[in-house]
């Protein structure tokens, strides 16, 4: 999820049960052209492994070279996002447009495939609408290009993250006798319960979860709790989100500096306090400090103000215009 799976983000997911995690989407052109922003998404650390840097475009000759580019970081995988429903990334050719063109679809990632040593794994949508749900024939032509697993997001390109994800679809894809790679479900997955139904209902190897671990990132250990044992884990409580946010924003002022750190995650102070009463004027203090000092010092209030009191479970909500900048 570009400008949220950082590293920082990244940390709070893996201290709290994620196995595999991916960088944001790199822009292979941006890669070849040795941009600053694409360069520095190419970096990880070695905790963060099994990890996963996924790249688009839509030029055959720019993926190939960026994927040598990847091979030289040593990351545990490729990935290719074909999935990418925003505009300023279909309107390249890349992304979920290429669904429109299966044959594009395989050169691309036969073109991968050939410039790397690491194992190379898509993610995709259903489709481009409802018109055009080509999952199975994309599915079976991308396994012939040498591509490693599949992730399916349940939605086509024209729902963009509205309506409910559509899981049947990703179902047929995995009980095709013809297809031997793992196939991954992804969409609407954001609780321990929805994690089991759709796993036992739909037969899929694994499951990817995005939004939902945005401002949440204990759904992991909850939902592999859940599947271990079938009790819930107890919910986070103030004091553990409390954490979760210093260890965000630490991080996030290491990796960006003091000034981009702190304003990047002013976007994430809402979603680790969803579902706490009155909290808007907290969290507009939050959003308004320029120190670690004076964010912590308001973190120390909001802790005494709500000491003891868990909130139910909430899922990130986002505007439809901040998923044109959170895209994935």
């Not at 000034?259 to 969803?274: A, C, D, F, Q, S």
Request: net charge neutral; glycine share 8%.
């Amino acid at each position: 999820m570009e400008d949220v799976s950082d590293p920082p983000f990244r940390y709070v997911c893996k201290h709290n049960g994620a196995d595999l995690m991916y960088s944001e989407f790199i822009s292979s052109e941006g890669l070849i052209r040795d941009a600053i922003k694409s360069r520095q998404k190419l970096d990880f650390f070695e905790y963060e492994r099994p990890f996963g840097i996924q790249i688009f475009g839509g030029d055959e000759e720019a993926m190939a070279m960026s994927a040598r580019i990847v091979d030289t970081v040593q990351p545990d995988l490729v990935d290719i996002n074909f999935g990418c429903p925003v505009k300023k990334v279909v309107c390249k050719g890349a992304g979920a447009a290429v669904l429109k063109d299966v044959d594009t679809m395989t050169r691309l990632s036969a073109a991968v495939v050939k410039s790397t040593s690491l194992p190379v794994t898509v993610k995709t949508r259903l489709g481009w609408d409802d018109e055009s749900k080509n999952i199975e024939e994309v599915a079976l032509r991308l396994q012939d290009a040498g591509i490693q697993a599949l992730t399916i997001h349940g939605r086509t390109r024209a729902q963009l993250y509205k309506g409910e994800a559509d899981w049947t679809l990703i179902a047929k894809v995995k009980e095709n006798p013809r297809i031997h790679i793992p196939i991954f479900g992804n969409g609407d997955i954001d609780s321990p319960e929805k994690a089991r139904l759709y796993r036992d209902r739909y037969g899929v190897d694994g499951l990817m979860i995005g939004r939902a671990a945005i401002g949440y990132p204990w759904i992991f250990n909850e939902i592999k709790h859940y599947l271990r044992t079938g009790e819930h884990l107890p919910p986070p409580g103030i004091e553990q989100r409390i954490e979760a946010i210093r260890s965000h924003l630490l991080r996030s002022v290491e990796w960006k500096g003091p000034v981009v750190g702190i304003l990047e995650m002013r976007r994430h102070y809402t979603n680790y306090l969803k579902g706490f009463p009155h909290i808007k004027e907290f969290r507009n203090q939050l959003v308004q400090k320029k120190t670690v000092e004076e964010i912590g010092e308001v973190l120390q209030q909001v802790q005494a103000r709500y000491a003891g009191f868990v909130p139910e479970r909430a899922v990130a909500s986002f505007s439809q215009s901040q998923f044109e900048d959170c895209a994935y």
